[in-house]
C-alpha cells in the first residue's frame, strides 16, 4: 500500500508539472489589451500586483509576459489567412503606431515599360527550366548560350527558301540580319529605360554632372570631388587640389547636440544670442571702415594740398578716437555743468549779453 501511495503521488506531481507547462490559451484580463496587430505589438494598462512583484520578480514578470503573449497571439489568429507556395500565412493589418525610424523609408524603384505593361495585363513572371526538349533533335537543349546556338545550327542547317523570292536571295544571312537587328531593338529598350530613369534622378539633383561644352563653376568643383572620393578610402587618405573648394557632401548627416550634455555650454550659447538679440547696434569693423575709407574716390589725392596723407594705423586710431568721443559727449554733455554741451561761438558775429 505504501508503495502504491508513493506512485501515486509521482504520477499527480508529474500531470500537475506537465500542466504547469502546457497552460491554457484563455486568460483572463481585467481591462482588455489594446492591440496594434500591424506592429505585433500589445498595450497592457492593468494594474500590477505590487506584492507578487516584491515577493517573486522574476517569475511575476515571466507569467505576466507569457499571458500578454498569449492574448497577442490569439488576436493574430482571428485574421485571414493565406497559402502560399503550401504554406499557410496571415497577412497583418496597417500599422496604426507610428514608430521612429533613423532614415526615411526607401522609395519604390520605377517599374520599366515591360513591367508597366505586365502589371496592367496581369502578366506574371513565371520560373523556367533551364533547358528544354527538343522533339527534332530528342535532346535537351539550353535556352540560352552556345550551346543553344549550336543546336539550332545542327536543326536548321536546311534552310526552305519561298518561291516568290529573287534569284540573289540568302535566308541564311537575311535569318542572321533579323537576329542582330533584334538584339539591338532589345539594347535600345534597355538604354531608354535606363534614361527615363536618369531623367526622373536629374530632376532631384541640383547639378547634373553630364558633359557639355561649357561646365560651371559648381558642375566642375562637384566633379573634383567625386573623383576625389572614389578611392578605397572614400577620399580620406587623398590630398586636396590647389585651392580646392569644400563641397557639401550628398547624404551627410546633420550634427544636433544632445538634448542632456554640458549645462555650462548650453548656457553660453543661449547667453550669446540673447545678447545679439538685445544689441540692435552693428558691431564696428574697423578693417572694414579703414579699407573704405582709404577706397573712397579723392581719398588719395594729397600732392598739391597741402594735406598730410595717414597710414593705416593712424586711420584706425582716428577712428576709436570717434568712437570714444562720442560716448564720452553722450555720457556728460548736458545742461548741467561744464561746455560740452554749449553751441560753439561763430566768428566775427555780434556778442550779445549785458555790459559789465
Request: cysteine-free; glycine content about 6%; overall charge positive.
Amino acid at each position: 500500500m505504501m508503495a502504491a501511495s508513493i506512485v501515486q503521488n509521482v504520477l499527480l506531481k508529474a500531470a500537475e508539472d506537465e500542466a504547469e507547462k502546457l497552460k491554457s490559451i484563455q486568460v483572463d484580463k481585467v481591462v482588455e489589451l489594446e492591440y496594434d496587430l500591424g506592429n505585433l505589438l500589445a498595450y497592457d494598462i492593468n494594474d500590477l500586483d505590487v506584492n507578487q512583484l516584491r515577493s517573486d520578480k522574476e517569475a511575476f514578470l515571466a507569467n505576466l509576459s507569457r499571458d500578454n503573449v498569449q492574448l497577442l497571439i490569439n488576436q493574430i489568429f482571428q485574421l485571414p489567412t493565406l497559402k502560399v507556395d503550401n504554406e499557410v500565412v496571415i497577412k497583418l493589418p496597417a500599422g496604426t503606431t507610428r514608430l521612429p525610424r533613423a532614415k526615411p523609408a526607401p522609395k519604390e524603384k520605377a517599374l520599366s515599360k515591360w513591367e508597366k505593361y505586365a502589371k496592367e495585363k496581369g502578366i506574371t513572371q513565371r520560373k523556367k527550366s533551364k533547358a528544354t526538349w527538343d522533339e527534332e533533335l530528342k535532346k535537351w537543349v539550353p535556352r540560352f548560350g552556345y550551346k543553344k546556338a549550336l543546336a539550332e545550327k545542327e536543326k536548321n542547317w536546311v534552310v526552305e527558301v519561298p518561291g516568290n523570292a529573287n534569284d540573289g536571295m540568302d535566308p541564311i544571312a537575311l535569318r542572321k540580319t533579323k537576329k542582330q537587328e533584334s538584339v539591338a531593338k532589345n539594347e535600345l529598350q534597355r538604354l531608354r529605360n535606363i534614361s527615363a530613369r536618369m531623367q526622373k534622378s536629374k530632376a532631384k539633383s541640383k547639378i547634373s554632372l553630364e558633359p557639355t561644352e561649357r561646365p560651371t563653376a559648381d558642375q566642375l568643383n562637384r566633379s573634383v570631388f567625386i573623383a576625389h572620393t572614389a578611392t578605397a578610402s572614400v577620399g580620406k587618405f587623398q590630398p586636396n587640389l590647389k585651392e580646392q573648394k569644400p563641397v557639401l557632401k550628398s547624404g551627410q548627416k546633420r550634427h544636433f547636440d544632445p538634448l542632456v550634455g554640458d549645462l555650462k555650454k548650453e548656457t553660453t550659447k543661449s547667453l550669446d544670442i540673447l545678447d545679439k538679440l538685445k544689441n540692435k547696434k552693428p558691431k564696428l569693423d574697423i578693417e572694414k571702415a579703414v579699407n573704405r575709407e582709404l577706397n573712397q574716390p579723392g581719398s588719395l589725392d594729397y600732392k598739391g594740398k597741402g594735406i598730410e596723407k595717414k597710414s593705416k594705423t593712424q586711420l584706425k586710431k582716428d577712428l576709436g578716437k570717434r568712437k570714444h568721443k562720442g560716448t564720452k559727449d553722450k555720457k556728460f554733455g548736458g545742461k548741467k555743468g561744464g561746455s560740452a554741451g554749449r553751441a560753439p561761438a561763430k566768428k566775427g558775429g555780434k556778442r550779445t549779453g549785458n555790459k559789465n
